[in-house]
Structure formats: C-alpha cells, structure tokens
C-alpha cells in the first residue's frame, strides 16, 4: 500500500510564498531576528495576546487609543514607542495579561501575508523542539514561512527552518520535496553545534551588532529556552494551549 | 588606507533579482539543468550566436522565417522543434557558424531580465574555472542569478554560484555581502566533492530523471569541461572571446 505523508517545506522569503503556498493550510512563520522569538516569548511571559498589524501608522492609532503599542523599524524602536522587538523587553511583569499591537520590518509582514491560511503559528529557535513535536503530531501539510529580510534570505531564518524540517522528517511521518527544503536542513546540520559562530557572517547579526544588541542576538540564538507557540486566532496571536484548551472543553 | 573591494553575490531566483541587482551591472546568469550549460556548449562547439527569447510564440515566428529555433518547457522539447535545451545536441558539427533562437523554462527568462545591464555572462559548472579567472580580472561589482526552477530556489543553481563566489572571494580582492552568498559558498564547499550524490535529493534531477535525462544531467553536473564564456551584445548571445578580440583591435 502506498500512502502519502504529509509534506514540511521552507519558503525562503514573504516574496517567494505563492510560489510555495498551494496545498498549504498549516503555516510556520519565522523572523529569529527578532519578531518571532519575541513573540514567543511574550507568549512564555504571559502577554495575553499580540495584535500584528502592517504599518507604523497603524501602530500608532492603537497607541493613541491607549493601547501597549510596539513598533520596529530597520533594527531599532520606531520614535514615539517605547517598544520595539527586543525579546528581552516582553519579559516585564508588567506586560502579563496584556494585548500587545506590534509592528516590525519583516516577522510581522509575513505573519500577515500567511493570515488566510486556517492556522498560523509562530516558530523560532526559541521553541524549536516544542513546536516540531506539536507540528509531528498535526500531521498536516507544514509550509515553513522565513521572514528573511526586506525579501531577502537570511540565514538564521533559514537554519530555524532547516531545524523544524530535520525533526519533524526525523517522525518518519513526513516528507520534503522541494531543494529549499533540502538546502535549509543541511546549513540547520551544519550550523547546530555552534549557531553563533556560524552566523558571525550573517548580514543581519552584522546590523544589530553596530545597534549593541548582542544580548538580544544571544537569546534569540538559543534553542529551547521557551516551550510557547503563539497560534493567530481571530487576527490576534494567543497562546496555543489556551485555544486547544477552549476546542477540549 | 581603506579600500573598497568589490562585491560578488548570490540571487537565488529571478522573482528576488530587483531586491538585489543595484549597483550591479554585471550579471552572471545560471540556470545549470540545463539552458546556460546548453549555452555554454553552443558556444564552445562553434555555433556563432544564440538569440534568447522569452516565449515560444516568438520562438515559432522565427521558426517560420527560416531560423534554427530551440524551445523547451517542463524538461521537454516542445511540440513543433527539433530542438530543446539538451547541452549534447548543441554539440553538432551542422551548428557551426550557425545563430540559433532559443527559449527555456527558467533560464532565457533570467537572460533576458537581466538584458538592461552593462554586461550579462552565462555561467555553468562547465565553464567554472574559465569564467572564475574572467570575473577575477572584471574587479567589478558582480551579481550571480541563479534562474531557479519557475521562481523557486534551486540546489544546482545554488552550488554553482557558491562553486564563482568561492573561488572569486579566493583572489583575495573581493568581498561579498549577502546572506545568499555565504549560503551559496557554504553548499558548494559542501557538495563539490561529489555534486551528482550531493543532488540526489533536488526536485530537478528527479524531474529529468522521470524524462530519462540522465547524460544531460551527468554533463551539466562536470565542471571544467569547456572554457567557452557567452556573452549577451545586442540581445545575442556571442563568444566573449569575440567581443574580446573587436575591442582590443
């Protein structure tokens, strides 16, 4: 008997997705540096939920309607926020029970981009081993959405994905079939012992590390320090379990 | 003394070109299954000049007015041609001196985006070391576009961009950038040792293999087998060694 698993797939950038999109209804949307791992993050916390939403301007309507706004821009706070994408900033205690309206260079385009699909949830190194055992017991077609940048790739997207694509194949319940995804899970093996090291050429840590945010650079490049999955429901990003909790009861 | 080197790039498809081709006016193209190494052959064996097109409309209208005309779409010749992108048949001793009109899936699309350029070369693993050398002397800014597979990040493409940029960044007199590029010279570094094994998994050669295409993969896989080095001059493509010859005389 033939059967047909599942696929699990990488899109290199938000310009690539409808190349790579049909088929898919389960997306994976990842900006390691920084929105996604801050994301996560918040979510681990106890922020509520995380209103991702296209524009500065946007932004800043929530703001003046006396909304926790965030917004980033080419790497830094935009002027008139207090918040940017630093992971290290959702921490606060401040923030638990809080809804958060975010807007960033690429993460939450791309989160945008992906709202159609009936599930969208949030990756980073962050979650890795959290999210690949949840996505391996979906066993839906898995399309892998990388943020890069400015619709560039980007490396530290691309081994995050490769990441997710190495465990879930690792089930034996899955396939991949597209070179993207072949290309992402072998820089993902070559660059796990030492992702640091490994991205000391990545163009992105070159940027934030002229913007002293080494600190930010070395939490969002450790795996495994979150078990959250922000999942978007309703426009709003929530934590997973809360929702699979509500479909239980 | 500070001084600017020049830069060596990698794009990984023709839908990311605009992201990446400013300041850049010399463009390698590659689509290495198979239209630029077809190309490349072509050149080498003595055919005069291969007029890129886009469709295979205009491909039949130069058909109908007596041309050589090649067209392929989906790995196969197209109905209406004898001839296709297959590198072997380009090796014919009746193309001598003869200019053909050829269009491909990916690769004469990629040619003809980048037509508005300066200078436009075509690469393959089959002219590697040759055109290496050639870019080296260039010391110009140098953007490789890899065609892809109808937009989609491709494996083959991707070790042969890596296979020019490791060995231009090897003269020591140029810098490279992008993500892209690190990624690219990270997976040929990776698969030169055996590119065909390293392939096994690419989505083309499993689509060629399904053609029975297996000597025109083999011969698109060999690096170093020809010298020859196209060069786009009036929306033909002609030996670069021509062109060479007419400027210095």
Chains 1, 2 share one sequence.
Request: proline share 3%; charged share 25%; with cysteine.
């Amino acid at each position: 008997m033939l059967t047909i698993k599942p696929r699990i797939e990488a899109c290199f950038s938000p310009r690539e997705f409808h190349q790579y999109e049909k088929g898919f209804e389960l997306i994976v949307v990842i900006d390691v540096l920084r929105a996604t791992s801050a994301i996560c993050t918040a979510i681990e916390y106890g922020v509520k939920g995380i209103i991702p939403v296209d524009s500065v301007e946007e932004a800043r309507e929530y703001l003046d309607k006396g909304y926790i706004a965030a917004a980033e821009r080419e790497g830094e706070i935009v002027k008139g926020f207090t918040m940017g994408n630093s992971p290290l900033s959702y921490m606060s205690p401040d923030l638990i029970g809080q809804t958060i309206v975010l807007t960033t260079t690429n993460g939450t385009k791309a989160i945008k981009m992906a709202q159609h699909k009936e599930t969208v949830v949030i990756g980073s190194l962050n979650n890795l081993d959290s999210l690949t055992e949840w996505l391996i017991n979906q066993e839906r077609n898995t399309l892998i959405l990388a943020s890069g940048w400015k619709d560039k790739f980007n490396l530290e997207d691309t081994i995050c994905a490769g990441g997710l694509i190495d465990g879930v194949l690792k089930s034996g319940n899955f396939d991949s079939d597209e070179d993207s995804s072949v290309a992402a899970k072998f820089i993902f093996k070559s660059a796990k012992e030492n992702i640091f090291s490994y991205l000391k050429a990545s163009s992105h840590r070159r940027r934030l590390r002229k913007l002293n945010l080494n600190a930010d650079v070395n939490y969002c490049l450790t795996p495994n320090n979150l078990t959250a999955i922000p999942i978007l429901k309703n426009g709003i990003l929530v934590p997973l379990k809360h929702v699979e909790k509500a479909v239980e009861s």
